[in-house]
Nanobody, 131 residues
Framework: EVQLVESGGGLVQAGGSLRLSCVASGFTLDDYAIGWFRQAPGNHREGISCISSRESSTYYSDSVKGRFTISKDSAKNTVSLQMNSLKPEDTAVYYC????????????????????????WGQGTQVTVSS
């Protein structure tokens, strides 16, 4: 069974840090890019970061670039998102998702933030940043 399970969310003060984890089962990260998305109430789901399948190329939205870092542990089939310098506007439900990557990373760079490109989704984890 294909599954993605996020963990690591919680309540943190502005300026603090959290580390989210996404554990994949039923498939290998060698075949799938993993993206992180977030959705605040009333907002659309926003793509914030992605790591490619084989080359581990990384991509970030402007809203998190320089503050968030995505990484992958293939042995553990886990992708992590280190979030530093958190702001109240980072408050959202955070989701990881898997995209079967049948193309080069240069093409992934054009589509990684599009929700409809992804095949599987986790249930999400809440991140709340207080001011």
């Amino acid at each position: 069974e294909v599954q993605l399970v996020e963990s690591g969310g919680g309540l943190v003060q502005a300026g603090g840090s959290l580390r989210l984890s996404c554990v994949a089962s039923g498939f290998t990260l060698d075949d799938y890019a993993i993206g992180w998305f977030r959705q605040a109430p009333g907002n659309h789901r926003e793509g914030i970061s992605c790591i490619s399948s084989r080359e581990s190329s990384t991509y970030y939205s402007d809203s998190v670039k320089g503050r968030f870092t995505i990484s992958k542990d293939s042995a553990k089939n886990t992708v992590s998102l280190q979030m530093n310098s958190l702001k109240p506007e980072d408050t959202a439900v955070y989701y990881c998702a898997a995209l079967k990557q049948i193309f080069h990373d240069s093409a992934l760079g054009l589509v990684w933030s599009l929700t409809y490109e992804y095949d599987f989704w986790g249930q999400g984890t809440q991140v709340t940043v207080s001011s």
